[in-house]
């Protein structure tokens, strides 16, 4: 009886060493260290694109104020949030004067995609107070409100252009920009094609073509990991905003929604991250486009962080999730000299742009960084509060 005894405890003590173990190393990481690597991600994107006003060159010329540059300069905002570097912002500047602080194709844009790099020049009026950097965006708004409402008919919209919505409000203190952010955001989440959210299962359709009965071949539900993640830091975002001002019963009732598909997402998401601390393409069905993939594995790191310093998410339950994630981008996506690894190119799908492996290069770099330093940042500040 006392052998047995024995070998139990022995087992059950050799089961305690290994969690101990597996959490000292999900979590030992220090908040220098996460800067360091954001650093250097960072200073491969700027030595490789030394110009942020040249042009875009794949398969066709873009210019350089397109959404895979605006989410980049996303990114690059929350670096020179925990890292104030003056060259972050002479190289945002240099961009932003040459494209005149306006959306992609003007004022009377209205494709959210042109739209994206205005969070930007927002984010740089709020530092400087410099009408040039708001003129533009607020014509572009005041426009598009005149307009329809159903404009944002893929999930990547509501990344694209909420935030410059909700930051307008932020700034003015106008609630007209919030309320018609919340209309739009409304009618992509319930109506467009019967809704582009699964409230059920907590994650969003791509677009109107993956409502059901999309499926993947094992019957689960195809959910493509960076979809949701630019629904998640959207949401996020215009949180964050509505709470730096006092709130009326509209703004609270816009912010309960938002709150309750943030929780709802992020309980979705940690059920389905991989062992190894990424997630998937294809978030529910791991044998058709399963694997690493960084971008939308750095966005829900942006997410889960923040949620988490905000007291909205418990610590206890997501703190793990957000270092394995950490661990994962830093170990096996950075190569050493800062590019990115496991990015998906762009694409709609998690059949888009694959294999994605660690050597391929994605056919835009830019916005694979700038989902990168998302997440870093907001890591960064959850390891140092």
């Known amino acids: ?35 360091t690597t954001a650093r250097r991600v960072n200073n491969y994107f700027m030595a490789q694109v030394p110009d942020p006003t040249a042009p875009t060159i794949v398969r066709r010329e873009r210019s350089s104020n397109l959404w895979t540059r605006g989410v ?26 040459f494209h005149g602080w306006q959306p992609r194709g003007g004022d009377r844009a209205t494709n959210a995609d ?29 426009f598009q409100m005149q307009t329809k409402i159903g404009w944002w008919t893929w999930v990547d919209a509501i990344q694209m252009a909420m935030p410059v919505y909700t930051k307008m409000y932020r700034i003015t203190g106008d609630q007209r920009y ?9 009618w992509a989440r319930d109506t467009l094609a019967g809704g582009l959210f699964n409230e059920r299962e907590g994650l969003w359709w791509r677009d109107k073509d993956y409502v059901p009965p999309y499926h993947e071949p094992d019957g689960s539900n195809c959910y493509w990991s960076r979809g949701c993640g630019w629904a998640y830091v959207a949401i996020v975002k215009a949180l964050d905003d509505f709470s730096a001002r006092p ?12 709150l309750k598909d943030f929780q709802r997402m992020s309980l979705a998401l940690l059920k389905c991250q ?33 949620g988490i310093r905000q007291g909205l998410l418990s610590a206890r339950r997501y703190r793990q999730a957000c270092d394995r994630a950490w ?8 190569h050493p000299d800062g590019f990115l690894g496991y990015v998906q190119g762009t694409g709609k799908e998690p ?35």
């Not at 190894?276 to 594995?297: A, I, M, R, V």
Request: charged share 20%; proline share 3%.
């Open 1 to 35: 009886m006392k052998k047995y005894l024995f070998l139990l405890l022995c087992m059950l003590s050799g089961l305690y060493t290994t969690a101990f173990a597996q959490d000292a190393v999900t979590s030992h990481v220090t908040a220098s260290e996460v800067l």
């Open 72 to 97: 980049y300069y996303e990114g690059l905002m929350a670096l020179y949030g925990i890292d104030p570097n003056p060259a972050y912002l002479d190289y945002t500047d240099r961009w932003g004067d």
């Open 114 to 142: 042109n739209q994206c790099c205005c969070q930007t020049y927002l984010d740089r009026y709020m530092q400087t107070a410099d009408s040039r950097r708001i003129d533009h965006v607020r014509a572009n708004l005041d």
């Open 178 to 186: 919030a309320d018609h952010a919340m209309k739009m955001y409304v």
């Open 247 to 258: 709130m009326d019963k509209t703004l609270r009732r816009h912010y309960r929604l938002l």
């Open 274 to 306: 991989r062992d190894d601390g990424f997630w998937n393409p294809s978030l529910l069905c791991p044998g058709n486009y399963g694997g690493k993939e960084l971008t939308g594995t750095a966005l829900f790191l942006c997410g889960m962080s923040w």
């Open 327 to 334: 661990a994962a981008m830093a170990t096996d996506g950075v």
């Open 351 to 385: 059949a888009s742009a694959q294999p994605v492996t660690y050597e391929r290069h994605p056919d835009f770099e830019d916005f694979g960084t700038g989902c990168f330093l998302l997440g870093a940042a907001e890591y960064y500040l959850l390891l140092n509060r």
